[in-house]
């Protein structure tokens, strides 16, 4: 899972899932906190039930660790300066002590790219894609940080996007693919508590038993999330309020 954003409750829905479908380690690829209302209960969440935790950018800016130039980038840092005032030394040593990647399985595991890793750069478009692949010679990466759920394959330099979901699920998914022997993926697990396309939280289950990745796709009330962060004043992004207009007011 990765890119929680502050958003407890998509989180349990996903953890109450996972568990059910007997899965056994947890892995998030950073972004507890930043965007959301709940970031405390965000972390407790997280620490109760991941095994593995990775930094993300915006948990970097919630500890300090961010320059002033990169603040100053983008606008919606702001909620991250903000929560990282309601967090006690404990949790932001937490939050400081996770790495930027792990290697399980055979696999590597980062929030953003994997060339630069504290870089916050992303793996989104086919150039990007191509040049993570060209960083590492593992089989499988794993990444967050785009929020947009994807599977991309490369075979002898040929690169395919396998896996894209541009609308939201209506009810839940299980979306499965079987890697081949002979190529290498990167997976982008989506965001679990923030999505921008999908509108539905989004996670990914890695069977190494099986060689089975599936991509689970569960609707949660994502109107309802940013309602509650409008009422309690929280900046949003302008690509959100144009979700709100296209998206989710069709239906209102």
């Not at 502050?6 to 996972?18: E, G, H, Q, R």
């Not at 100053?72 to 932001?92: A, C, F, H, V």
């Not at 086919?126 to 794993?142: D, K, T």
Request: aromatic residues 12%.
């Amino acid at each position: 899972m990765s890119d929680v954003h502050s958003n407890p409750v998509a989180l349990a829905l996903a953890l109450k899932d996972a568990k059910e479908r007997m899965c056994r380690r947890f892995l998030m690829l950073g972004d507890t906190t930043g965007y959301g209302y709940d970031v405390k209960e965000s972390i407790k969440l997280v620490r109760k039930n991941f095994d593995v935790v990775l930094i993300g950018n915006h948990d970097s800016v919630c500890i300090g660790r961010e320059s002033d130039q990169g603040l100053r980038k983008y606008q919606n840092y702001k909620t991250d300066m903000e929560q990282g005032e309601s967090l006690t030394e404990e949790e932001k040593k937490w939050l400081a002590a996770c790495p930027f990647t792990v290697e399980e399985e055979g696999a590597l595991f980062s929030h953003g790219n994997f060339i630069e890793p504290e870089s916050w750069g992303y793996v989104g478009t086919p150039r990007e894609v191509e040049a993570n692949f060209h960083r590492s010679p593992a089989r499988l990466m794993f990444c967050g940080h785009t929020h947009q759920a994807t599977a991309w394959e490369e075979k002898d330099g040929r690169i395919v996007q396998r896996m894209f979901f541009k609308t939201p699920a209506t009810k839940l998914e299980l979306k499965p693919f079987r890697p081949k022997r002979d190529c290498r993926y990167i997976i982008n697990v989506g965001s679990v508590g923030y999505p921008r396309n999908d509108l539905c939280a989004t996670y990914v289950i890695w069977d190494t038993e099986t060689n089975c990745i599936s991509f689970r796709r569960i609707p949660f009330d994502f109107k309802g999330y940013i309602r509650e962060m409008l009422n309690r004043k929280l900046d949003l992004p302008e690509w959100l309020f144009e979700i709100i207009t296209v998206s989710l007011n069709k239906k209102a």
